[in-house]
């Protein structure tokens, strides 16, 4: 299984990106049976989480994101998308996606997300 991680890039406060993260050989029945989500580092700080998503279909968000990002999946697609509105220069960081299966975790590459203001 290999993560792939897209869609970072530099915006203006106040913008939009749509990241996602594809899980590559991951069988449909562990991809159901994940815990999928994403995490962010920026630079000097502790890795964090932003929001995650259960396999019951639960999310949940770091408060500072919550109305802003939207975490969503596409069982078919093997891949989980996090959407983020109204992007704020704090917003910046490298960006991880991650899924845990119950017997193993994996995490993608990361992708950059710079958000000027």
């Known amino acids: 299984v290999q993560l792939q991680a897209s869609g970072g890039g530099s915006v203006q406060a106040g913008g939009s990106l749509k990241l996602s993260c594809k899980a590559s050989?991951?069988?449909?029945?562990v991809f159901w049976g994940s815990r999928m989500g994403w995490y962010r580092q920026a630079p000097g700080k502790q890795?964090?989480?932003?929001?995650?998503?259960?396999?019951?279909?639960?999310?949940n968000y770091r408060d500072s994101v919550k109305g802003r990002f939207t975490i969503s999946k596409d069982n078919a697609k093997r891949t989980v998308y996090l959407q983020m509105n109204s992007l704020k220069p704090e917003d910046t960081a490298v960006y991880f996606c991650?899924?845990?299966?119950?017997?193993?975790?994996?995490w993608g590459q990361g992708t950059l997300v710079t958000v000027s203001s």
């Open positions: 991650y899924f845990g299966t119950g017997s193993r975790d994996y």
């Open positions: 890795r964090e989480l932003v929001a995650d998503l259960t396999n019951e279909g639960s999310t």
């Open positions: 050989g991951m069988i449909l029945s």
